[in-house]
């Protein structure tokens, strides 16, 4: 295999100077062949508008996508191509609102090299003295829009999870321990679970959460999906992450999907399905052997919200009759 270390390149000297070499946690986020929603693509969208951020390292895209199955777009002004907008994958320093350092990787899921990009990026966890690797991904379920979103929460030592007593991934040449009462299942793999795999065997922290959007949604932009994936990268990863605003996009994204719906009685059925499902293994403590969260927003972001809602009102209330 090739030098890992040439997949990538870094910036400036004086931008890898700012970089704090403890206690920082990488959050990443690949969409490829499955991002329900454009969740993963609208969490790493709306965290680059909204934080302060610095590149440390470009990857070299002409090696590690193939361009025949994710053509490039390009702008075509009816006389000349004025611009062809390629591919990204890049590792920046990002800071979240109460200015703490984070490391952020996005760009699309790669096609090829997977061995050696994960080699990399082991090589850059251990440059960078990462203590977490956090991930997002998002997949198509059989659920309702109606209800909290569920996340499928995973990792290379379930401790992360809350679960100390489960062995965490084998060291190289050891034998894994029997876990008795767990299910395996056989998915197809995205990059995320490959480098979570990799970073496990080398001894590094990772872990991910994978947004349940619902099936019917999956083509469609569904910012509730990265708003709960946000959520949780939040807490796993102890940061202060922007989630207002995303809230209020994902309200807006709401109210016109239910006038969709409204218009549409086949999908309303489909919809009052998956809600009579939802609630009847809900009501029966149906338990999955993968560990899963719900979406609910927290106190501040309710607080803030009602703010919001306050502040828009301000004044609109009909003045008291005379003589009250």
């Known amino acids: 295999m090739r030098d890992p270390r040439d997949l990538y390149r870094f910036e400036a000297t004086e931008v890898l100077e700012a970089v704090p070499r403890t206690g920082l946690t990488l959050v990443h986020a690949l969409p490829g062949m499955v991002d329900a929603g454009n969740a993963c693509r609208i969490a790493s969208t709306y965290l680059r508008d909204e ?30 191509y004025v611009e062809v907008e390629m591919p990204e994958l890049t590792l920046s320093l990002m800071y979240d609102e109460k200015d703490r350092p984070f490391l952020f990787l996005d760009g699309p899921e790669p096609d090829l090299q997977w061995r050696r990009l994960a080699e990399a990026l082991t090589d850059l966890v251990e440059y960078f003295d990462v203590e977490r690797v956090v991930g997002m991904q998002a997949v198509p379920m059989a659920v309702p ?16 999870l809350g679960r100390p007593g489960a062995a965490p991934t084998p060291a190289p040449g050891t034998a894994p321990e029997d876990d008795e009462g767990g299910t395996e299942l056989i998915i197809p793999a995205a990059f995320s679970a490959f480098l979570e795999h990799r970073l496990g065997r080398a001894a590094h922290p990772a872990m991910g ?42 309200d807006a994204a709401t109210v016109a999907l239910q006038g969709t ?38 106190a501040d972001e309710i607080g803030e919200h009602f703010e919001r809602f306050l502040a828009d009102h301000d004044g609109d209330s009909p003045e008291e009759p005379p003589g009250r």
């Open 51 to 80: 934080l302060r951020h610095l590149r440390l390292v470009s990857f070299e895209t002409d090696e590690l996508i193939d361009y025949r199955g994710a053509r490039p777009h390009a702008t075509f002004d009816g006389t000349s």
């Open 145 to 160: 829009h109606t209800r909290p979103i569920g996340l499928f929460a995973h990792a290379n030592d379930p401790a992360l």
């Open 209 to 250: 959460y994978a947004a349940q959007i619902p099936h019917y949604l999956t083509r469609t932009d569904f910012p509730a999906g990265a708003l709960a994936l946000l959520r949780r990268v939040s807490e796993a990863a102890d940061l202060d992450l922007p989630l207002v605003h995303l809230g209020d996009l994902t």
């Open 261 to 298: 719906l409204a218009q549409n009685g086949e999908v309303r059925q489909i919809v009052g399905a998956l809600e009579e499902q939802y609630d009847s293994l809900s009501e029966g403590g149906d338990a999955t052997s993968l560990a899963t969260t719900m979406d609910l927003p927290t």
